[in-house]
């Protein structure tokens, strides 16, 4: 490896408290996860970007001059350019770049963010710009490239998770506010269902009806805030509604909920585990009895997880499969293999990353 070159490691990611609510605009609590996308670049002394994913083997040229005007869908590598050149972040050399990872593909821990993040954090290294840019603007450039720029259905946890990393929680209103509420827990284990999530059909429909039920309160009652719903007030909207709305309502605002009583456990410095296990369980039935984003393999995969000793557990990312979390601090290794013997691909111990950055 050449001394001028340019290392970016982009940690995966798992949300701990708040699925299917950053697109409403409340908080989430997610944090990186040690698994990443690696992108890794020499200068070519051409004038293109020559890149290889080895993972998936393909290759793609792009020309340090192009403008991308038009953008194709799921060109989250132009959208960046796009973004980056509006904020005097110029291509003025070409690069040889190898990306490779072990990151799954569309197992909801959020590989594409990884490297859309990835890739920003590269081209603000690779020309000249990385002082100029903090670890929240790669995360902001990547969410306007992959929900602006795409319109994708998702909100900021991915790309603020993965780009800032450890444990934050996430406001996600008009004005995204964060702050780190750890650097490690105890006892994360993933398991991979092995069926691939199914982002733009759960994650758009869920969207589409939680957006109609809050349109259609914020009308009838001018003083609407989803934030601030308490229990005892819900059932006074809830009545209002729709039945079709109702459910994502509820899931809205009781998730919301769960969420803030998760960040004032994480806030006390030392969180109780057990408590922290609680109340990922309890999400977890909103998520698969209420939003019915789960699985039979997923449900299979949470109550081996749950009977071999963990302390909660929950399913990862937009649903229709994916993966799952489990908290499970004193016996991760046994519960690993349980979600294992129940259908999962594979299932490992994991720990809180640091965010993008460049290690070379």
């Keep these: 490896m050449k001394t001028n070159s340019i290392t970016i490691q982009s940690p995966g990611r798992i949300c701990l408290f708040g699925d299917h609510q950053d697109y409403l605009g409340l908080p989430v609590i997610a944090c990186a996860i040690d698994r990443y996308i690696r992108i890794i670049g020499e200068p070519n002394h051409s004038d293109y970007l020559k890149i290889k994913f080895l993972d998936l083997g393909r290759t793609r040229d792009i020309p340090i001059n192009k403008i991308f ?25 070409g690069y040889d770049i190898e990306i490779r990872g072990d990151v799954p593909i569309n197992a909801g821990l959020s590989s594409s963010s990884a490297l859309v993040v990835g890739w920003a954090k590269f081209l603000v290294h690779a020309f000249g710009k990385a002082k100029d840019f903090t670890s929240a603007d790669m ?23 993965i780009g800032i990393g450890d444990i934050i929680y996430l406001e996600t209103g008009e004005h995204t506010n964060f702050q780190i509420v ?21 994650l758009g429909n869920r969207k589409s009806l939680a957006l109609e039920a809050i349109h259609f309160l914020s009308k009838r009652f001018p003083d609407f805030d989803l934030s601030k719903i308490t229990k005892n007030e819900y059932k006074v909207f809830e009545s209002v509604l729709h039945k079709e ?25 030392l969180p109780n585990i057990k408590y922290v296990g609680e109340l990922m369980n309890e999400h977890h039935n909103i998520l698969k009895n209420v939003l019915k984003i789960t699985v039979p393999r997923i449900d299979d995969m949470i109550l081996a997880a749950l009977k071999a000793g963990a302390l909660g557990a929950k399913i990862v990312g937009s649903g229709g499969g994916g ?3 489990a908290i499970a601090p004193n016996n991760g290794d046994e519960v690993a293999e349980a979600i294992k013997n129940a259908g999962a691909v594979n299932a490992y111990k994991i720990k809180v990353s640091k965010g993008t950055r460049m290690t070379r």
């Design 139 to 161: 995360a902001q450039i990547a969410y306007e490239a992959e929900v602006l720029e795409q319109g994708s259905p998702g909100g900021k946890m991915d790309q603020y998770s």
């Design 323 to 325: 993966s799952i979390c």
């Design 69 to 93: 005007d038009v953008i194709d869908k799921s060109d989250f590598f132009g959208a960046v350019l796009k973004l980056l050149r509006k904020k005097g972040c110029i291509p003025d050399k």
């Design 245 to 269: 709305h109702a459910p994502y309502f509820y899931a809205a605002v009781h998730n919301h909920i769960i969420t803030k009583k998760a960040l004032g456990e994480f806030k006390k410095g």
């Design 182 to 202: 750890g650097n490690a827990l105890e006892g994360l284990v993933v398991g991979e269902s092995g069926i691939p999530k199914d982002t733009l059909g759960l």
